[in-house]
């Protein structure tokens, strides 16, 4: 099957009928760049360039969290980063938010919801197809946070390494058709707008959101913690604080997205 030929990235394909005012006010799509996140640093030190969203059909030195690496054949992903220089959501919440309107962003593909593995995969089938990059760039004057989103589309499973394989998939493999990148990135700005929206004024709506798409609510969880192991129940959300687990050895403790790393979630 052959892709659509509105498929490649393009800035007024992008913005044709696109209804947000204000997450993609301005979109830049660059060829070839080495991170999006890096580009969009740089534009955020102007604070009018709240909304600029910066795709790139490929990255040269696209990264993921904890210093790992994010990887993508050319035009074979949505590889995007939004400025976000108005920004009224601690970081938690802020976390919290982007991953819901990721998972809510693609919604359901093949029959399969889109849910979420906190704090940043978005997972379908069981197998990883998007992850979320949120970096701050904060200064004196209030600074900015980068969003960086990478969405697995045009994926076949071969192009994932062996260690990958089990772990990984993409849209196309889990829709069983061919994606339309341009389409797809629509519906992401769209829902990033709405859920930052939502969740100035109510964040116990995004809460809600994100216990009906965790695939961790109610399971176990190991996540290391500053360097420590800790097991135990995973028994919700907390906008300011994180992951609530009910530990292992008893107890009740928060865990926040920026010094957590799940090791296992059953
Ligand atoms: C992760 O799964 O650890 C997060 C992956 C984030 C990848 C995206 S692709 C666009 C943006 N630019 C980057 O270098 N990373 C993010």
Known sequence: MARPNTDQLDPD?????????????KILVYNRTSSTNDIAAEYAKNKNNDGLVVFAEEQTAGRGRAGSKWQ??????????????????????LSLTCAVAVADG???IGGAEAKIKWPNDIILNGKKVA????????????????????????????????E???IATSIDIESH??????????RLLTSVEHWLEVAEYNSEK????????SIQLNHR???????????????????????????????????????TTIVKSS
């Open 106 to 108: 693609l919604g359901i």
């Open 177 to 186: 058709s061919i994606t339309d990148r341009v389409s797809l990135a629509k």
């Open 13 to 25: 394909k992008i913005k044709a009928n696109l209804k947000t005012r204000r997450i993609g006010r």
């Open 164 to 166: 990958l394989q089990p």
């Open 72 to 93: 993508s054949g050319r035009e074979e992903s949505i590889q995007c980063s939004i400025v976000l220089t108005d920004y009224k959501l601690n970081p938690e919440l």
């Open 131 to 162: 992850g979320i990059l949120l970096e701050s760039k904060l200064n004196n004057d209030g600074g900015a946070y980068i969003l960086g989103i990478g969405i697995n589309c045009h994926q076949k499973q071969d192009c994932f390494g062996p």
């Open 221 to 259: 969880v190991k996540l290391i913690y500053n360097g420590q192991e800790f097991a135990g129940n995973c028994i919700g959300i907390d906008p300011e604080k994180g992951l609530i687990l009910q530990l292992d050895t008893g107890g009740v403790r928060m865990f926040d997205a920026a010094h």
């Open 206 to 213: 995004v809460t809600e959101k994100w216990r009906q798409l």
